[in-house]
């Protein structure tokens, strides 16, 4: 592997969707690099931690990217095993956030298959439409892989036929995740049952590197140059928080003027620590007392 292998020519963090013309299929491909690595800056997320963190990012950014609305999509695996909790929240600007909860006393987390890291559990999809009502869909956490378990969600609560295809690997000490997507058109299944099967068949041969590496177009010439396959302009995706100084103000009105006298007391400052980009808030008691002033005259 070549010291430049990664990254050479493709556009990093971009989604595209593309569609097969002649065919009711449409799929989308997503690097993700950046963001996953703005994800992870200010955790020390073991190697097997940070490459399942970039499959849930792929996989929520191409999720994501089938919402026909303003919203947001959460994406979380929880169990009883190692790792308790996996989330990823993304919108439809493909704006991405997530984060992790697991025994850090374990002194190694091997890089094993979902049903070891998580134990028996769940995959929760909650769908958060700007205007609308929240759907969640809760399915058994069974598969070795994320993208095992998301196509067994698919069939059973969608009843569409979906493939994804995910990447995650660390070179030269950078994390980078790439992926791809591709679901029958609704009320389609049958009729293109055939060409579903051979099109998963062709994408089971892309590799990372190629992900990674390769102008789209050359990946989807290479997989489907038998297709006439329209490609759509290409969207950004981006790390983003939603964390605020205004958002912590507001958390300590809820405890109670007691409540923050005493934790003062104890250590002369009010602190918040973000779970998805890890940033700390501390506050002193003149800030509090500023910012409580300032929202009794508002």
Known sequence: MSQDLMLQSQKTDQLYRFLFDEHAARGELVTVTHTLNAMLEHHNYPVAIQ????????????LTATLKFEGDITVQLQGDGPISMLVINGNNHQQMRGTVKYDESIAFLPESNIETLFGRGYIVITVMPKDGERYQGIVELEGHSIASCLER????????????????????????????????????????????????QL??????????????????????????????????????????????????????????ESLLNEQKLVTFNCDFCGKAYEFDADMINTALKRNLTN
Do not use: W
């Open 51 to 62: 490459k399942l963190l970039g499959e849930l990012v792929v996989a929520t950014s191409l």
């Open 153 to 200: 969600y698919f069939t059973q609560s969608e009843q569409l036929e979906t493939r994804l295809f995910l990447f995650s690997q660390m070179h030269e000490g950078v994390m980078h995740a790439a992926g791809m997507f591709l679901q029958v058109m609704p009320g389609q299944v049958e009729k293109d049952e055939y060409f579903f099967d051979s099109i998963t």
């Open 203 to 260: 994408t089971h041969t892309i590799k990372a590197e190629e992900l990674f590496n390769l102008p789209v177009e050359e990946i989807l010439n290479r997989l489907y140059h038998e297709e006439i396959v329209r490609l759509y302009d290409p969207q950004p995706v981006s790390f983003f928080c939603h964390c605020s100084e205004e958002k912590c103000y507001s958390a300590m009105a809820t405890l109670g003027d007691e409540e923050i």
